[in-house]
C-alpha cells in the first residue's frame, strides 16, 4: 500500500498489523473485507453514496454482462499501477497487476473487496489520497471530472481513459420515458492540465430483461432530473433490445510536467 498517503498529513502510510499508518501516527484500520476507510468526517461513509440497496441492484445488474464491451475494452488498456476512480463495486477491475480503486460509497467498496483480490479504499476524489506522480493507467467512468487531482497522481507520460455515454447511448430508453427525447453531446471532459490524443467509441445491442430497465436507468445522470410520472413508465415496458454506447477520450500526462511529489 505504499502509495497510499494519509489523508490528514499527507504523508506516505505504511501496514502495521491490521491498519495503515503515517510518521505522525494517524491510524486507518482494515475492515474485515479487507479495505480501509480513508474518507475524512465519516467514520462509516454508509451515509455517503450509493446505499446499500442500489449499490447492490448495480451489482447484479452488471455481472449479468449488459457492459461487457466496455469492460472488455478497458481491461486492455490497463498497464502498469492502476487506479479506478469511483470504482463502485469494481465490476471493471478485471487486472492480475497492482490496481487501486476507490469510491465515496463504503458499499460499494465492501463489494468490490469481496469480488476481487485488488486494494480498495473509500475516498473522495475532490482530495485523492495517493502519492503524487505514481498512476501509470487511470480509468474514470461516469463520474465528475477533477483534472487536477487527476493530472496530480499520474506519473509523466501516464494514461487517463475518461468514459461517457455514447450518442445513441440508451436510446430506446429513452424514447420510452421522454415526449422528446435527447441525444448525448458525447463532449470530452475539458483540462487544461492533460492532452487529449484519442477519441473511441465502442457499443452493441443488447436484450435487457424487463426487472433490469428500472435499475439501469438508475445508473444513469438522467435518473435525478426526471421526474416519478415519466419514471413509471418504464413499469409498462417489456424486455428490450437496447443501444449500449460509450466514447472513451484518452488523456496523457506531458512526460516533461513534474510537479511537487507528496
Request: hydrophobic share 30%; glycine share 6%.
Amino acid at each position: 500500500m505504499s502509495i497510499l498517503i494519509c489523508p490528514v498529513c499527507a504523508k506516505g502510510l505504511n501496514k502495521i498489523g491490521n491498519s495503515l499508518k503515517c510518521a505522525d501516527n494517524h491510524s486507518f484500520d482494515f475492515s474485515k473485507d479487507g479495505y480501509v476507510n480513508l474518507l475524512l468526517g465519516s467514520k462509516n461513509g454508509d451515509k455517503k453514496g450509493d446505499s446499500k440497496e442500489s449499490a447492490r441492484a448495480r451489482h447484479s445488474l452488471l455481472a449479468k454482462g449488459y457492459y461487457a464491451c466496455l469492460k472488455n475494452y478497458i481491461k486492455e488498456k490497463m498497464c502498469g499501477t492502476v487506479l479506478d476512480i469511483c470504482c463502485g463495486e469494481g465490476y471493471y477491475d478485471d487486472y492480475a497487476g497492482e490496481l487501486y480503486g476507490f469510491d465515496i460509497s463504503k458499499e460499494m467498496i465492501r463489494l468490490a473487496s469481496k469480488s476481487r483480490k485488488n486494494h480498495y479504499f473509500v475516498a473522495n476524489l475532490s482530495n485523492i489520497p495517493i502519492k503524487s506522480e505514481s498512476i501509470d493507467t487511470a480509468f474514470h467512468l461516469f463520474a465528475p471530472f477533477n483534472d487536477k487531482e487527476f493530472s496530480r497522481i499520474l506519473k509523466p507520460g501516464g494514461t487517463l481513459y475518461s468514459v461517457v455515454g455514447g450518442k445513441n447511448h440508451l436510446w430506446e430508453m429513452k424514447k420510452i420515458i421522454y415526449d422528446t427525447p435527447y441525444k448525448n453531446d458525447e463532449e470530452p471532459p475539458k483540462t487544461e492540465r492533460l492532452k487529449l490524443v484519442s477519441k473511441t467509441k465502442i457499443g452493441e445491442r443488447v436484450s435487457i430483461e424487463k426487472e433490469d430497465l428500472k435499475t439501469l436507468f438508475s445508473m444513469t445522470p438522467y435518473f435525478y432530473r426526471t421526474n416519478e410520472c415519466d419514471k413509471a413508465k418504464l413499469d409498462d415496458a417489456d424486455c428490450l433490445d437496447l443501444t449500449v454506447e460509450f466514447v472513451i477520450f484518452e488523456y496523457k500526462k506531458d512526460v516533461t510536467d513534474h510537479g511537487q511529489s507528496l
